[in-house]
Nanobody, 124 residues
Framework: QVQLVESGGGLVQAGDSLRLSCVAS???????MAWFRQSPGKEREFVAS????????SYPDAVKGRFTISRDNGKNTVSLQMNSLKPEDTAIYYC??????????????????WGQGTQVTVSS
């Protein structure tokens, strides 16, 4: 079991950049890692995922080209670089992971471990 702790959220203006980090309590080399987000009144939404080796990444159209997920297995960290932020990116961002399934999950119920979340607010 791995515990995840996010950091890096904050208040920024539209067009700005922000980098989120997720630190795991143990080795993450066998875990698929991802970021989700949730805003008030909405379901938790898939933002990005990265395969165990970092060789594959996946993004929904809403963030593709603006967000980049990366991982450092040696430091047990996952990052989300967010550029050209928009007000609609405002949400709590969660780090998530799973170990036993093949890479490719995009539903929140497919992920086993979650962080506590970090708030990102983008003003217009």
């Amino acid at each position: 079991q791995v515990q995840l702790v996010e950091s890096g959220g904050g208040l920024v203006q539209a067009g700005d950049s922000l980098r989120l980090s997720c630190v795991a309590s143990g080795y993450i080399h066998s875990y698929v890692m991802a970021w989700f987000r949730q805003s008030p009144g909405k379901e938790r939404e898939f933002v990005a995922s990265v395969s165990r080796t970092g060789g594959e990444t996946s993004y929904p159209d809403a963030v593709k080209g603006r967000f980049t997920i990366s991982r450092d297995n040696g430091k047990n960290t996952v990052s989300l670089q967010m550029n050209s932020l928009k007000p609609e990116d405002t949400a709590i961002y969660y780090c998530a992971s799973y170990r036993t399934r093949a890479y490719g999950a995009i539903r929140s119920d497919e992920y086993d471990y979650w962080g506590q979340g970090t708030q990102v607010t983008v003003s217009s």
